[in-house]
């Protein structure tokens, strides 16, 4: 698996793979293959693409932990753009098919629904992520404060979340809604019990020389 | 289905009639599925035949009525009306049926009936999504006496020359087309007249959302998006053609401004 990952190939693969779903959008756009409303339709898959590439990037970690396979490591990037790739097309579809790209509709919009507001914190939210996911971000920040920056991911993943349970709301169908909520949540309880566990390692350490004085009494 | 031009005002737009495989392919009808691609992939397990519509409550000659009766009831008459959906979408679609107040003014409602209610099936053996805890079921939908009456209000058995696809109502249905598309329920079994105003199955499920009236209003929004535009589904420019402003009432105000003379219509949303 290791080796799969460290092929030089492996990141064009995985680069094209995550692109399928945007070509296969545009081609449905070109060739009449979206139904009825395919400007619904272009809204509702980017913003779906979205969650699902969010899932996929927060579950890089964990398997990687999991599984052993450091290089992994290699590709969190690259996914983490592509979540910001896709709530750029989302945001533009629903700026251009829903408000024709009418800027002073779209500013008046935003803060009177709460469903889209949400919507825009997390779109917000994840800018600086992808504005510092280069090299020299992280040195200029340092590692540690990079870290904390990049831990807003965990926020977006909740706005999203909401966003999308706002939206299902009005006709109770949570079904989906549930599936990817319960995804995030064991992705990031993972993240909360691998801290505790850690802090407590840590809180123990101290104890463990006293114990080895034991003996000598 | 054969019928004549209907003669009633406003039942003839000049509009582009939408292509019939979009009205027929792109839905709401929630017993057989929540997307919208479903009930026309779902809906061919309903049974039309035989079908029975039971009026009931406030009148002098409640009863029992085939299909085939109702079918021949009175004229049929091809309509060609405006829907607007309430998520934001429009269709141009030529019906055919004829004014509900034909088979109203038959059944002699009494002076106490003030509200029509409509039930409509739910039977988990042929609908799928029956039994989901998206609506209460049997979904419901109701008008005040005066806008059932109207002569708009038409009972519909057919679309595009044709009896109803399943998925657009089958074997029989409601068209009000100056009010949101849900509120014109299909595949209905049960019409009764009432007192008081009853409960419908999108206000039992969202309230703040769905009102009673759920008249065509430009001016209210939805609490999750603008009333104001709509697309028009099947628009030529597609994906880029320009939304289309909505008219109050669906533009059919001439004909039903009167009914809501006075009336706050955003409180009675």
Same mark, same amino acid.
């Given at each position: 698996?290791?080796?799969?990952?460290?092929?030089?190939?492996?990141?064009?693969?995985?680069?094209?793979?995550?692109?399928?779903?945007?070509?296969?959008?545009?081609?449905?756009?070109?060739?009449?293959?979206?139904?009825?409303?395919?400007?619904?339709?272009?809204?509702?898959?980017?913003?779906?693409?979205?969650?699902?590439?969010?899932?996929?990037?927060?579950?890089?970690?964990?398997?990687?932990?999991?599984?052993?396979?450091?290089?992994?490591?290699?590709?969190?990037?690259?996914?983490?753009?592509?979540?910001?790739?896709?709530?750029?097309?989302?945001?533009?579809?629903?700026?251009?098919?829903?408000?024709?790209?009418?800027?002073?509709?779209?500013?008046?919009?935003?803060?009177?629904?709460?469903?889209?507001?949400?919507?825009?914190?997390?779109?917000?939210?994840?800018?600086?992520?992808?504005?510092?996911?280069?090299?020299?971000?992280?040195?200029?920040?340092?590692?540690?404060?990079?870290?904390?920056?990049?831990?807003?991911?965990?926020?977006?993943?909740?706005?999203?979340?909401?966003?999308?349970?706002?939206?299902?709301?009005?006709?109770?169908?949570?079904?989906?809604?549930?599936?990817?909520?319960?995804?995030?949540?064991?992705?990031?309880?993972?993240?909360?019990?691998?801290?505790?566990?850690?802090?407590?390692?840590?809180?123990?350490?101290?104890?463990?020389?006293?114990?080895?004085?034991?003996?000598?009494? | 289905?054969?019928?004549?031009?209907?003669?009633?005002?406003?039942?003839?737009?000049?509009?582009?009639?939408?292509?019939?495989?979009?009205?027929?392919?792109?839905?709401?009808?929630y017993?057989?599925?929540?997307?919208?691609?479903?009930?026309?992939?779902?809906?061919?397990?309903?049974?039309?035949?035989?079908?029975?519509?039971? $009026?009931?409550?406030? $009148?002098?000659?409640?009863?029992?009525?085939?299909?085939?009766?109702?079918?021949?009831?009175?004229?049929?008459?091809?309509?060609? *009306?405006?829907?607007?959906?309430v998520?934001?979408?429009?269709?141009?679609?030529?019906?055919?049926?004829?004014?509900?107040?034909?088979?109203?003014?038959?059944?002699?409602?009494?002076?106490?009936?003030?509200y029509v209610e409509f039930l409509t099936?739910?039977?988990?053996?042929?609908?799928?999504?029956?039994?989901?805890?998206?609506l209460d079921w049997p979904y419901a939908e109701g008008l005040r006496?005066?806008e059932a009456?109207?002569?708009?209000?038409?009972?519909?058995?057919?679309?595009?020359?044709?009896?109803?696809?399943?998925?657009?109502?089958?074997?029989?249905?409601l068209?009000v087309?100056?009010k949101y598309g849900f509120k014109s329920a299909k595949?209905i079994?049960?019409?009764r007249?009432v007192?008081k105003e009853p409960g419908t199955a999108w206000n039992k499920a969202a309230a703040?959302e769905y009102g009673f009236y759920s008249n065509?209003?430009?001016?209210?929004?939805?609490?999750?998006?603008?009333?104001?535009?709509?697309?028009?589904?099947?628009?030529?420019?597609?994906?880029?053609?320009?939304?289309?402003?909505?008219?109050?009432?669906?533009?059919?105000?001439?004909?039903?401004?009167?009914? *809501?003379?006075?009336?706050?219509?955003?409180?009675f949303y």
């Amino acid at each position: 698996m290791n080796k799969f990952l460290l092929h030089k190939a492996g990141k064009p693969v995985v680069f094209i793979a995550c692109l399928l779903p945007f070509a296969w959008l545009v081609w449905g756009a070109f060739t009449d293959g979206l139904g009825a409303n395919p400007a619904e339709y272009l809204l509702r898959a980017t913003g779906d693409w979205t969650l699902r590439f969010l899932c996929i990037v927060l579950a890089v970690t964990p398997l990687r932990v999991m599984t052993g396979t450091p290089a992994m490591a290699r590709y969190r990037r690259m996914l983490g753009l592509y979540v910001y790739f896709y709530v750029c097309l989302h945001f533009l579809a629903y700026a251009w098919f829903d408000m024709g790209l009418d800027f002073d509709a779209i500013v008046k919009d935003i803060p009177k629904r709460p469903f889209i507001l949400v919507g825009f914190a997390a779109f917000v939210l994840l800018t600086p992520l992808a504005a510092t996911s280069f090299n020299r971000a992280i040195k200029a920040l340092g590692a540690r404060r990079w870290q904390w920056l990049h831990r807003l991911v965990y926020v977006t993943a909740g706005l999203g979340l909401l966003h999308f349970f706002w939206m299902r709301a009005g006709k109770n169908n949570f079904g989906e809604v549930f599936v990817y909520a319960a995804i995030i949540g064991a992705l990031l309880a993972w993240r909360l019990w691998r801290a505790l566990a850690s802090r407590q390692r840590t809180r123990t350490m101290p104890a463990a020389p006293a114990s080895r004085v034991q003996p000598g009494k | 289905l054969a019928s004549v031009p209907s003669k009633v005002a406003g039942a003839q737009t000049m509009e582009v009639v939408t292509d019939y495989k979009d009205a027929a392919s792109y839905n709401n009808f929630y017993e057989f599925g929540t997307d919208k691609s479903d009930p026309a992939r779902n809906a061919h397990t309903l049974k039309t035949r035989p079908w029975t519509v039971e $009026v009931e409550g406030l $009148v002098n000659k409640p009863g029992k009525f085939g299909i085939e009766d109702l079918l021949k009831l009175s004229a049929q008459e091809e309509r060609i *009306y405006r829907l607007r959906c309430v998520e934001g979408w429009s269709m141009v679609i030529p019906w055919i049926g004829y004014s509900l107040s034909e088979l109203i003014k038959k059944v002699e409602p009494q002076g106490s009936a003030k509200y029509v209610e409509f039930l409509t099936l739910a039977d988990p053996k042929t609908m799928p999504f029956v039994g989901s805890r998206v609506l209460d079921w049997p979904y419901a939908e109701g008008l005040r006496m005066d806008e059932a009456m109207h002569p708009l209000t038409l009972l519909s058995f057919g679309m595009y020359g044709e009896v109803l696809p399943n998925q657009n109502g089958a074997p029989v249905r409601l068209v009000v087309p100056w009010k949101y598309g849900f509120k014109s329920a299909k595949s209905i079994v049960k019409i009764r007249f009432v007192e008081k105003e009853p409960g419908t199955a999108w206000n039992k499920a969202a309230a703040n959302e769905y009102g009673f009236y759920s008249n065509v209003n430009p001016e209210v929004d939805h609490p999750r998006w603008s009333q104001a535009t709509e697309r028009r589904i099947g628009e030529p420019g597609g994906l880029f053609a320009k939304r289309r402003k909505t008219l109050m009432f669906n533009g059919y105000e001439p004909q039903v401004g009167q009914l *809501y003379a006075g009336m706050d219509l955003k409180k009675f949303y």
